[in-house]
């Protein structure tokens, strides 16, 4: 009885290893053809975000810019269950270096309430969307479009770089590809499994909870289980582009950290060489040394476990 469970387990997860990621609908870029008709479309994001009673005020979509078309533009895909406020200091810093900066709100993130109650529903078509419209817009902000993203947002950045030619640079940070925990075979199967499964929340610190001792104070203390792996579907479905075709991006800059265990950095690793099979002088990348100790949200001033004064400098060097 046992030898049979165990056979029927590896049989599950053989199949559910081997079913395909693809997203459910066919994006087509809209880019704007001039710096006031990005303003347009931003100032009516920035609208609509303002007659939304939940929005915590700090979430709002931001843009920094010199009021007109610069040389660069940078844009900050924030994390999961994070929002714009997260890359505002870092995007501050971009700015008085002379970059147009924009930092859009992920769909369902950024409300008052920290349940994490409304991200549920939340899709990779959504992700895609929303990261083919930021770039849509950025393209009306500088002449070179820079698109970093951390973890979720870093899975929206690795499947920019597969479809959008006029991305000049992207920046996956700790691109939430794998769970850093789980053996690399199993993270794929698991991600079918969940999305099967029926939805549940999960508490980011499962013991603290509300007392979680290091959240942002800005981001969800807790989230469903189908959001979160909707993220994962969407950087498997950009690994699958990968292994069909080159990257569309005009380079890339792949960071990790060795300290994380929140993401599978082997995974982003095997990632890696799909990309390098194609030529190894546009892929880059980085990794911050485990003795650091810098937490997965390495971008967050507000961590009290971060060291921005050692991440920023080396964004700023590698970036440029």
Known sequence: MIIAILVLIIVILIVLGMKPFELNSDFSSNPV???????????KIQTEEAELAE?????????????????NVIVF????????????????????????VFIPRTPRHGTKDRSGQPLKGLTAEELAEFANQSVDIALGL????????????????TWLSQVRSDVDLAVPIAPFLGIGFI???????????????????????????????NPTPYSY?????????????LGYVAEEEAKRRRPAAGAILMITNANDDAVNNEI???????????????????????????????????????NIEVVYPKLHELIR
């Open 33 to 43: 053809d001039s710096y006031k008709e990005a303003a347009i479309r931003i100032t």
């Open 55 to 71: 929005l915590n005020p700090v979430c709002a979509t931001q843009l920094l810019t010199h009021g007109e078309k610069v040389d």
């Open 77 to 100: 895909l924030h994390g999961f269950t994070s929002c714009p406020a997260q890359f505002a200091q870092l995007g501050k810093e971009f700015f008085e270096k002379g970059y147009n």
């Open 142 to 157: 500088g002449a070179r479009v820079i698109v970093v993203g951390l973890s979720g947002g870093g899975s929206m950045a």
């Open 183 to 213: 053996p690399r075979i199993f993270n794929r199967p698991l991600t079918n499994l969940i999305l099967l499964a029926p939805n549940i929340f999960q508490w980011w610190d499962p013991i603290n909870k509300e007392s979680n001792p």
């Open 221 to 233: 203390m807790r989230y469903p289980m189908h959001s979160l792996f909707e993220n994962l579907r």
């Open 268 to 306: 982003i690793a095997e990632f890696e060489k799909v990309w390098l099979a194609y030529g190894e002088q546009f892929v880059l990348s980085h990794q911050f040394p485990k003795e650091y100790g810098l937490p997965h949200d390495l971008i967050s001033p507000e961590r009290p476990d971060g």
